[in-house]
């Protein structure tokens, strides 16, 4: 059975909505955020205060990937007016670690008694705390909070050891969302 689909996302008043090309901008107190959105059977348009997803005689397939085009949207408007948080825990049982963010890098110096200090590059966008035993990862996109989150976490990643001796590392406790 083939008919139109019409969804719609409502904005607040504080949000703003702009379309240019097929790129979808949403900006709000808490930032910016932008995603492109293609698909050759599936329309998107910015009214007065809602976004407008549209699939005229819709297949099944269009039907799934509209509603993905939707909960995205639904998390871009929700990570402009309140930003998506991670929260990260620190175990370190065997050696006490060092976990910095030195500039644009996030840093675990100690891990295993390791000499070489393990990296990586903080993601554009995205804002890394660490307090104590706890680091937040927190954006207005929650994309890459999600994805910086992991990078922290396979950062401390252990091979060729027992995990339930070895636990030490960094993992991902409570996510955005959830």
Known sequence: ???????????????????????LKISGPKG??????VHPRIEVRV?????????????????????SFEAH?????KGV???HSYTLK??????????????????????LGEAVPRKTKVLKGAEVKVT???????????????QMAARIESLCRITNRDR???QDGIYITRKAGK
């Open 1 to 23: 059975m083939k008919d139109d689909l019409i969804r719609e996302v409502g904005l607040e008043n504080s949000v703003k909505a702009k379309l240019e090309g097929n790129t």
């Open 132 to 146: 104590g035993n706890d680091v937040v990862v927190s954006s207005s996109d929650k994309e890459i909070a999600g």
């Open 164 to 166: 339930r001796i070895f």
């Open 32 to 37: 910016e955020v932008e995603r492109v959105f």
């Open 90 to 111: 620190i175990c370190s049982g065997h050696f006490p670690m060092n976990v910095t963010v030195a500039g644009s890098e996030f840093v675990v110096k100690n891990f």
């Open 81 to 83: 007016q309140e930003v």
């Open 73 to 77: 949207i639904q998390n871009m408007v």
């Open 47 to 67: 009214e007065s205060n809602k976004v407008v997803l549209k699939a005229p005689l819709a297949t099944k397939r269009e039907k799934t990937i509209l509603c």
